[in-house]
T-cell receptor, first 114, second 111 residues
């Protein structure tokens, strides 16, 4: 298995532009998590899905952020419009059994908004 | 109060030293507990699960105290390769299966 795959690995965009981050979870995993990591705030849970359904989006910072999971093998995190304070590393992770077992992370997308 | 709190670090220790990290969590209904390791500019990876009875994996020992809502990680005979950030992770509870990470504790092991 290739593991959790995220794209792009790096993204540099101008303030105000729309940014879409992509994630392919490990096949068979029914939980998918989106995290944001910064030096100041550490690793923050933004939203998680179970069987493609969003369960808890209380970590999504603002309405500018949205996430979808149209099927079991694909999820997106969109920021529109982007702002410089959105600059961070965004990780996607997947797991089975609700996280009672290991969560596997993608390599992350390093987003820079200028 | 954060849901998961860890020692801020950084910890600077010589090779061969024993070092301990602590973590507290606020949700008493939490169900699963883990320690993850994150190397610089890499993704977090599972180091070990934490069980109520305590568990050991080579030089690493993890303990869970549910009454005090406290988790610990002990590293014996530190190696240079142990230098990383160690993340305390808590999962589950009344809020569902949220997997919450602590901010991490940085460890530097020096020769």
């Amino acid at each position: 298995d290739a593991g959790v795959i995220q794209s792009p690995r790096h993204e540099v965009t101008e303030m105000g532009q729309e940014v879409t981050l992509r994630c392919k979870p490990i096949s068979g995993h029914d939980y998918l998590f989106w995290y944001r990591q910064t030096m100041m705030r550490g690793l923050e849970l933004l939203i998680y899905f179970n069987n493609n359904v969003p369960i808890d989006d209380s970590g999504m910072p603002e309405d500018r952020f949205s996430a979808k999971m149209p099927n079991a093998s694909f999820s997106t995190l969109k920021i529109q419009p982007s702002e410089p304070r959105d600059s961070a590393v965004y990780f996607c992770a997947s797991s089975s059994y609700g996280g009672a077992t290991e969560a596997f992370f993608g390599q992350g997308t390093r987003l820079t908004v200028v | 109060r954060k849901e998961v709190e860890q020692d801020p670090g950084p910890f600077n220790v010589p090779e061969g030293a024993t070092v301990a990290f602590n973590c507290t969590y606020s949700n008493s209904a939490s169900q699963s507990f883990f320690w993850y390791r994150q190397d610089c500019r890499k993704e977090p990876k599972l180091l070990m699960s934490v069980y109520s009875s305590g568990n050991e994996d080579g030089r690493f020992t993890a303990q869970l105290n549910r009454a005090s809502q406290y988790i610990s990680l002990l590293i014996r005979d530190s190696k240079l390769s142990d230098s990383a950030t160690y993340l305390c992770v808590v999962n589950g509870g009344t809020g569902g299966f949220k997997t919450i990470f602590g901010a991490g504790t940085r460890l530097f092991v020096k020769a």
